[in-house]
């Protein structure tokens, strides 16, 4: 893609060498940029079957999470710490997803591969900000287990519902100042005015990468931030699980142990994915200068570890399966309710 100069006036000048860094000044600049979303760079012929592909990964996304959320919500045994955590990863789920592929959606259906400057940082924003909800919300989770199985008698008295709601809230806080702190980084960066992308979304590390100011402090804070933020509940889950494993060890029937253990089990599948995925995105663009690896892993990342959970959580979850099974039951049974209640000759009558 040939680069292009714009003007204070919004005009483009080709006159510029391409080779040259054009800047992008962000501020009070009238300069306008924009990035491309390279994706997987395949042909046209191949679009279609991509469209298809994540149109229904992300419909079964969001129908797979909210079924999680009408479960958990409509049944009252499932109103613990450990199924309102879940309902809050379920959400968040929904809300990464939605963060970056209707917009992939878009750009395939018409064809183009712009975003503007703008819409990146969004993106960037919300991105961060349901990313860590994530690391933060799995760790809360094996914290749930681990008060479960380790101190059983007094788990009710620590897991009160004021110490649920104010872990989730501190979740938030933490996230939304941790994407306050790393965008207000990338808006101080100079930008040329073309700008390729090898994922199809915006991501932070890979925006740093293609700033032509000076990115010593952005990446310094965003590695230290990763650290933080990323390797402190992956301590913390590592901890808690070494725990769990002693006080499991420690039971004396087998039946006993697996039961403890299958409450873990779907946690433990959902936060090897994540790290797992989430470390392969960073490594791969770091390692490899292949923007196909790297896109391959941003995608089970943000999109394939999304749609896993409510497989994981409700196929090896019996609670989940029973509260589904009674939720689809009461809305077969409200169906021919509403029926009969359209077709009474009074409303009908009224209606006329």
Avoid at 175 to 192: A, D
Wanted: a positive charge.
């Amino acid at each position: 893609m040939q680069g292009f100069y714009v003007s204070a006036y919004g005009h483009p000048d080709q006159s510029l060498p391409s080779a040259e860094c054009n800047l992008m000044e962000p501020g009070n600049d009238t300069r306008t940029s924009e990035f491309l979303l390279l994706g997987f760079s395949e042909g046209p012929e191949q679009q279609p079957l991509v469209f298809g592909l994540f149109l229904s990964m992300y419909l079964i996304t969001v129908f797979g999470n909210l079924l999680i959320l009408l479960a958990v919500s409509s049944d009252s045994r499932l109103h613990t710490p450990m199924y309102f955590f879940l309902a809050n990863l379920s959400f968040v789920d929904i809300c990464i997803t939605s963060t970056t592929v209707p917009k992939m959606l878009w750009n395939i259906q018409t064809q183009s591969k712009v975003i503007t400057y703008e819409d990146c940082i969004t993106q960037v924003n919300f991105f961060i900000i349901f990313s860590g909800l994530d690391i933060c919300l799995l760790a809360i989770m094996v914290y749930d287990r681990f008060v479960a199985i380790c101190h059983p008698l007094q788990y009710t008295v620590i897991m009160s519902p004021r110490l649920c709601a104010l872990l989730v809230l501190v979740s938030w806080i933490t996230s939304v100042l941790h994407s306050l702190l790393q965008t207000s980084m990338v808006l101080r960066l100079s930008f040329c005015t073309v700008l390729e992308i090898p994922h199809f979304s915006c991501e932070l590390n890979q925006m740093i990468q293609l700033a032509c100011s000076d990115t010593f402090l952005n990446n310094l804070v965003m590695y230290f931030a990763a650290i933080l933020v990323g390797g402190g509940p992956f301590v913390g889950i590592l901890y808690s699980y070494s725990k769990i494993v002693s006080s499991i060890r420690g039971i004396s029937s087998a039946q006993g142990k697996y039961k403890a253990f299958s409450t873990c089990a779907s946690h433990l599948s959902v936060v090897s994915l994540f790290y797992c995925t989430g470390l392969g995105v960073y490594l791969s663009s770091a390692a490899t200068q292949s923007s196909h690896s790297s896109a391959t892993a941003s995608v089970m990342y943000t999109v394939v570890t999304p749609m896993l959970n409510p497989f994981i959580y409700s196929l090896r979850n019996k609670d989940i399966k029973k509260a589904l099974r009674r939720f689809s039951a009461m809305a077969v049974r409200k169906g021919p309710i509403v029926l009969w209640l359209k077709n009474l000759p009074g409303l009908q009558a009224s209606k006329s």
